[in-house]
């Protein structure tokens, strides 16, 4: 269930759950030895977004890297300390919201209804209760966040491929994902060299390696391997014939999902058509 928390009553609301005064958090320091007060440009741009007795998370309503969310700040008591967490996305699509699970309150990154990244504060605050009082550790926290499984969902409606480049290049636009797959070709170059008495001009053959591509807010990856009616393929081809049963059985999928590594990153549902033309394979 989605719970979301007003920010002012979060700031006004039970200060007795928290470990020391809400104003000493600000004395608190990252790995730098900067103060959340000077990370928050003295106060005036964080906002609290969910607390409870170990760990207070806020939002730095100007971020520091230009991310168009903010930046995600979790202070934790204990050591009196203050991390930066990774948002996994700067998309303007993108929030931080205060989602809950079991009972438990996570902070999460979300865009639309997708998740993007989890961090599960209440269960930390359990854990670290359980440890009756030993200093948290981020590193372990943060390896646990890992560990919470990434949730995509399924898009509305059905995508349609757009076909450039002579027929050697298809693009599959939905929501904030993008699968780029572009067949290699080969173009004529003109390329110039001057000597002292007169400038030479040559035409040199280029080919273009082939590639499945998936970008989205966080960049451009390749994909290791797609997912089709529920079979995995590898994206990792060596020839011509891997190549060509690759591309035909991903044009005429009606779904699919990306994977880099073991992690799916993006699904998309299309409508199939057929390859008009040999798309070649080529890794220069």
Not at 47 to 53: D, G, I, V
Not at 150 to 156: A, D, K, Q
Not at 168 to 188: A, I, N, P, W
Request: proline content about 3%; aromatic content about 6%.
């Amino acid at each position: 269930m989605k719970q979301l928390i007003p920010l002012l009553t979060l700031a006004v609301t039970a200060p007795s759950i928290m470990a020391s005064n809400t104003n000493d958090i600000w004395s608190y320091e990252d790995s730098t030895g900067t103060t959340l007060a000077q990370a928050c440009n003295n106060k005036s741009t964080c906002e609290p977004l969910y607390k409870n007795s170990h760990y207070i998370a806020l939002v730095n309503n100007r971020s520091q890297t230009g991310c168009a969310i903010g930046d995600l700040l979790v202070a934790e008591h204990a050591s009196r300390s203050f991390k930066k967490l990774d948002t996994g996305t700067c998309s303007t699509s993108a929030s931080i919201e205060v989602n809950t699970y079991n009972r438990l309150n996570n902070v999460d990154v979300m865009v639309g209804d997708r998740l993007i990244k989890r961090y599960p504060l209440d269960t930390w605050m359990y854990m670290e209760e359980r440890k009756k009082g030993n200093v948290a550790s981020w590193k372990k926290a943060e390896e646990n966040a890992k560990k919470q499984p990434v949730l995509i969902e399924e898009p509305l409606g059905h995508a349609e491929w757009q076909m450039s480049n002579q027929g050697t290049k298809y693009d599959l636009f939905q929501g904030v994902d993008l699968l780029t797959l572009e067949c290699s070709r080969q173009f004529e170059r003109q390329e110039s060299s001057s000597h002292p008495t007169l400038v030479e001009t040559t035409t040199k053959l280029v080919q273009t390696s082939s590639s499945l591509v998936h970008t989205n807010g966080k960049g451009r990856q390749s994909v290791d391997a797609i997912d089709v009616d529920g079979k995995r393929l590898s994206a990792k081809v060596t020839n011509q014939a891997e190549w060509t049963h690759l591309v035909s059985t991903l044009l005429s999928a009606s779904k699919v999902t990306a994977y880099k590594g073991e992690t799916a990153v993006a699904i998309w549902k299309m409508r199939p058509i057929q390859l008009e033309a040999p798309c070649e394979y080529y890794q220069g």
